[in-house]
C-alpha cells in the first residue's frame, strides 16, 4: 500500500467543483471526489493555520492541546509534565506516526514546522524536506522534489508523503508568466453588488478593502499579483479571481504528481489518496477579502476527501465531521495502537467509510483566536457566532445565520431568532463544560490570549489604525473602537 496526503492552505470547500462550486478550479481533484469518499460537512475546528495543524497532527481540541492562536502561551504545545517519560504521548500519538508505526516509510514535502516553530508537526517523519520561504514559496518550488522524490523511491512499497500547498494562501502568488483560467470571466456566485461592496469601503478592521495587507494598503515586488487595497467592486472580483488561480494553481501541480503515479503503473488499487485543508478563506464576508480570520462558515468548512483501498469510491458523506477525527481513522484503517494513556477527541469515521454509517456529531463548536476570538457552533443550517474579541472588527456579540438561505453571513438573525441563539449557546456551554472536565488544565486557552491582550494579530495595532481612520469618511469607527476595546488594548505590547 502506498499513501499520498495532499495538505492544501487556505483551500475553501465551496470554491471546489466537487463542493458545488461553478467554476473549473480543481478539475484533478474532483476526479479524487468521483473515486473516494467526499465529506460535506467537514471543519477545522480551530481555525486559522497553527490551530487548524495542532488540532490535525493531535487528534485534540485546541481547548486540550492549547494552541488556538498564533502568538503568546496559546501559541504552543501544552507540556505533558510529570508524567513525561523519555518522549511525549502526543508525538508518540500523532498523525503522521500512525503511518510509521503501521511500518510506512514517511516523507514530508512543508515548510509548516519551520514557518509556525511547531516542530511537533514533524514527529512520526522519517524524511522531511524544506524548500525554504515559511511559506511563502509557490507550488512549482514543491512539485520537482516530490517528482524527484517519486522517480528514485516509488516503485517501493509502504511509503506515505504529505504534500504540503500553500498557493490559495495569501499573498495570492502564482507565477507571472501563469495565465489566469478567470480573470474576464463571470463569477459564479456574483453576490457582491455595488450597494454591498460601498458598505464593505466603510468597513472598519484588518483585511477590508482599504486594507487588504491586514493593516495597511502595502504591496511588495516579490508578489506583484496581490493587490493593497480594492477600489470598486470589479476590483473585488479580481482578488477573487486571483483566489481561485491559486486553487488551480494547486490543482494543477497535483495533477502533474498523480499523472508520474499513473504513468509509472503507481495509480493502482492500493494507492490511497487524502485531500484536505487547513481551513478556508473569507473573500467579501463581513468585508473582509483574503483573510482567515474569522470562526464562520467560509474559514471552517474544509474539504476533505479520501479514495483508500478497499473502500467504494462515488460516495458522499453528509454529516458533520472535523479534522480531529481524521486521527482515530486512519489508526482504525491501518490497525495501530494508541500509545500510553493518551486521548482523542475526534471520532472515527472508518465505518462512515467501510459502510457507508453514520459516525457524525450533532453540531461542530469552532473556535478562533488568532485574529479574532470566537466561538461557534454550526447545527441544522445555522452558524452561531459569539465574539469575545472582535479583533478590531465592529462586530456584534452574538450572530446567527440561516447559511441555506444567506451562505455569505449578511443577514444577522439573532434579533429576529433569540430562541436559536439561545440553543446555540447552550450547545457551546455544554461543549466548553464538557471539555473542561476532561482537560488535564485548569484554563481555557481561549482566556489565556484574553488575558495577554488579544489576538495575536491584532495585539499592538489599535493606536496606529484608529489614526488611519481619522480623516477618512471611516472615521465615524474611531469612538467605537475606543469604547469596545479599550480594556483590552492596555494588555498590548
Known amino acids: 500500500m502506498r499513501v499520498i496526503m495532499f495538505d492544501i492552505d487556505t483551500l475553501r470547500a465551496d470554491h471546489m467543483g466537487c463542493y458545488g462550486y461553478g467554476r473549473d478550479t480543481t478539475p484533478v481533484m474532483d476526479s479524487v471526489a468521483e473515486e473516494g469518499v467526499c465529506f460535506d460537512r467537514y471543519y477545522c475546528p480551530n481555525a486559522p493555520c497553527l490551530p ?43 498523525l503522521f506516526m500512525q503511518f510509521r508505526r503501521a511500518g510506512f516509510h514517511t516523507v514530508s514535502f512543508s515548510t509548516f514546522a ?66 489566469s483560467h478567470f480573470q474576464g470571466t463571470p463569477l459564479p456566485d456574483d453576490w457582491i453588488t455595488d450597494d454591498i461592496f460601498r458598505e464593505h469601503l466603510l468597513h472598519i478592521g ?53 499523472d508520474y503515479l499513473k504513468s509509472h503503473g503507481l495509480y493502482d488499487e492500493n494507492l490511497a489518496i487524502i485531500i484536505t485543508a487547513d481551513h478556508g478563506e473569507d473573500l467579501g464576508e463581513f468585508g ?69 454509517k453514520d459516525c457524525s456529531r450533532p453540531c461542530e463548536v469552532l473556535t478562533q483566536c488568532a485574529h479574532v476570538c470566537q466561538r461557534s457552533v454550526r447545527f441544522d443550517n445555522y452558524i452561531y457566532i459569539r465574539t469575545v474579541h472582535g479583533g478590531y472588527h465592529l462586530l ?55 488575558r495577554e491582550g488579544g489576538p495575536e494579530h491584532c495585539r499592538g495595532h489599535l493606536e496606529a489604525y484608529l489614526d488611519r481612520l481619522a480623516g477618512t469618511p471611516r472615521e465615524y469607527g474611531i469612538p467605537l473602537l475606543k469604547e469596545k476595546y479599550s480594556y483590552w488594548s492596555r494588555g498590548e505590547q
Open 52 to 94: 487548524s495543524r495542532a488540532s490535525l497532527i493531535s487528534g485534540q481540541y485546541g481547548i486540550h492541546n492549547g494552541i488556538v492562536g498564533h502568538g503568546g502561551t496559546a501559541a504552543d504545545m501544552r507540556l505533558q509534565g510529570e508524567s513525561r517519560g523519555f518522549t511525549d504521548l502526543m508525538s508518540e500519538n500523532g
Open 114 to 179: 519551520e514557518r509556525h516553530s511547531a516542530w511537533w508537526f514533524n514527529a512520526g517523519f522519517h524524511e522531511c524536506f524544506n524548500v525554504g520561504n515559511r511559506g511563502g514559496e509557490s507550488a512549482e518550488m514543491v512539485t520537482p522534489h516530490v517528482l524527484d522524490w517519486l522517480e528514485r523511491n516509488g516503485d517501493e512499497d509502504n511509503w506515505m508523503l504529505h504534500v504540503h500547498y500553500w498557493d490559495p494562501h495569501t499573498p495570492y502568488r502564482t507565477p507571472a508568466d501563469y495565465e
Open 206 to 258: 484588518p483585511h477590508c478593502a482599504n486594507e487588504i495587507n491586514m493593516w495597511n494598503d502595502d504591496t511588495f515586488p516579490q508578489w506583484p499579483k496581490h493587490p493593497g487595497r480594492l477600489e470598486d467592486r470589479e476590483a473585488a472580483k479580481h482578488l477573487i479571481d486571483l483566489y481561485d488561480d491559486g486553487v488551480r494553481y494547486t490543482d494543477d501541480n497535483i495533477g502533474m504528481v498523480l
Open 288 to 356: 473582509v477579502y483574503g483573510e482567515h480570520g474569522m470562526a464562520d462558515e467560509p474559514v471552517c468548512r474544509i474539504p476533505m476527501i479520501i479514495r483508500w483501498p478497499g473502500v467504494e469510491g462515488g460516495k458522499r458523506v453528509t454529516g458533520f465531521h472535523d479534522n480531529v477525527d481524521l486521527l482515530p481513522t486512519v489508526q482504525e484503517l491501518l490497525g495501530t495502537q494508541t500509545f500510553g494513556n493518551y486521548r482523542y477527541d475526534g471520532v472515527s469515521f472508518a465505518a462512515a467509510l467501510r459502510e457507508g
Open 396 to 450: 456584534p456579540d452574538e450572530m446567527l445565520f440561516d447559511l441555506e438561505a444567506d451562505p455569505h453571513e449578511q443577514h444577522n438573525l439573532a434579533e429576529e431568532r433569540p430562541e436559536l441563539c439561545a440553543r446555540g449557546a447552550r450547545m457551546i456551554l455544554d461543549w466548553n463544560d464538557e471539555m473542561m472536565k476532561t482537560s488535564a488544565y485548569d484554563a481555557d486557552p481561549m482566556w489565556t490570549v484574553m
